[in-house]
């Protein structure tokens, strides 16, 4: 059987001895998509977009550095302890979604000290951005050749010529559509529903959504550190087990309680 060959140079463009990586080009994508979508989610509850730009800064912030940080420390500590700085390069690739999660909910909490909005309701609009953020960026995955699929025979595996020659799971684009998935859900609930006024409802259901979707999809992955060998469930898994049980704590507790 044949299979889809892929090896797209990460480099999208190079001149003048500046280099930019499609990296970069789909990061910078998904915080300006994750930007439109709290416009329109503000300028629907007729909340001042002032307060957006300044979220935006804290969100930012949180996610580049707790990703950044999360897959330094999380995935590989020894090189990046080596080589320490390797982990301001972030147009390499290497960010870790449960560092970016940890991050941005710290971020956030700080806006929340600052400003004294409710950290739930936030939370529950950011959620629905942050799913389309994580499509852009495991598409950017896709691009790189990273955080590959173990090898098989499904008709729709992909060879990463970068990598070597065996057709894998694209498990890159396992998870983006799952993202994608999570966004219509989460955007159909807060449009058509009434669970947008109980805070914690729809954050309760992205962490869940999220991360029982990574925590099954790794189970097609390759393990991304090489402590993992041997282990019934990877790092990612490990790491996916709190999000998870917080996030059905919050749709518990959330659903229990009356319209906020």
Known sequence: MEHFIWNIDPIALSFAGLTIHWYGILFASAITAGFYVMK???????????????????????????????????????????????????WEGGLASHGGGLGVIIGMFFYHKKHGVNLLWLFDRLSIATAIFGLFVRSANFINSEIVGKPTDVPWAIIFQRIDMLPRHPAQLYEAIAYLCIFVILMLCYRFTQIQQKNGVL?????????????????V???????????????????????????LYLLANGLRKPKE
């Open 203 to 219: 954050f309760g259901l992205f962490l869940t959504l999220i991360f029982s979707s990574r925590f099954a999809l790794e189970f």
């Open 40 to 90: 329109w989610i503000y300028t629907r509850e007729n909340i001042s977009l002032d307060a957006l730009d300044n979220q935006l800064i804290y969100a930012v912030v949180g996610i580049v550095v707790g990703a950044r940080l999360g897959h330094c420390l999380f995935y590989d500590p020894s090189y990046y302890l080596s080589n320490p700085l390797k982990i301001l390069a972030i």
């Open 221 to 247: 992955k390759v393990k991304q550190a090489g402590y993992e060998t041997g282990l019934a469930i990877n790092t990612g898994q490990w790491l996916s087990i709190p999000f998870l049980v917080f996030g």
